[in-house]
């Protein structure tokens, strides 16, 4: 599998994550990001490439990506991650559709490490951290099999475990194609690809300082393609 790179220089890599990979080795085994980059670079002729994932997207979800090439570069922005300067944008097709065309979800999460999940848990809960995020409506479609579904765009100010997935089902509207936070893709027997995808990526270059932008758009598949969606 080919990793499409997006931009690279001596200090960031920026990439085009496909759904269904890990972002680093885990307990599968399966092939991952890490690896499949360092030896796409190592066949450019770049030997021992150093890379820092200075953050991750779940295995499910594709979409933009930005790794380190220098420990340097992967210090400066690790620190503007842990101080949400950092702009990161996701696109998003939901059962439902929100009351308001716009809003903030400001809930609790605790993270459930035995099952790999996420739940929304009263303020003041041991463990339980604070996930904030921002959404607007985009388009509704109806649809006969699902209803009414709608094309979000998200807005994370803060960066927890499953947030969007678990905070969206909180709220009523669950990701299409979910299998653990939406009862409805829950029930269903054969594995569907969840609707959610990293659309954009903002933040200060580590060296130059500059302000950057990236952007990547869901691949032409349901329930994407419901919808019209321009960059």
Request: glycine share 6%.
């Amino acid at each position: 599998m080919k990793i499409d790179i997006l931009f690279h220089d001596e200090s960031i890599i920026v990439v085009e994550k496909p759904p269904k990979i890990p972002c680093q080795s885990d307990k599968t085994g399966d092939k991952d990001l890490m690896n499949l980059l360092s030896d796409q670079l190592k066949e450019c002729g770049i030997q021992n490439p150093y890379l820092g994932l200075v953050h991750r997207l779940d295995r499910p979800v594709g979409g933009v990506l930005v790794l380190a090439r220098t420990k340097e570069a992967n210090k400066i922005l690790s620190k503007q991650l842990s101080e949400h300067s950092f702009t990161k944008e996701y696109l998003t097709v939901v059962c439902g559709k929100p009351s308001a065309p716009q809003g903030e979800l400001r809930d609790y999460l605790k993270k459930l490490v035995t099952i790999n999940m996420s739940k929304v848990v009263p303020e003041g809960t041991k463990n339980a951290k604070e996930a904030i995020l921002d959404y607007s409506l985009l388009a509704t479609e109806e649809t006969k099999e699902y209803g009414s579904i709608s094309l979000l765009k998200v807005s994370l100010k803060t960066g927890r475990h499953h947030q969007i997935r678990v905070q969206l089902s909180n709220a009523g509207l669950p990701i299409w194609g979910d299998n653990k936070y939406n009862k409805v893709f829950v029930k269903k027997k054969e594995w569907t690809q969840i609707s959610l995808w990293s659309y954009k990526l903002a933040f200060r270059h580590p060296m130059s300082d500059t302000l950057v932008s990236f952007t990547s758009l869901p691949y032409d598949e349901y329930p994407w393609n419901v919808f019209k969606i321009d960059k």
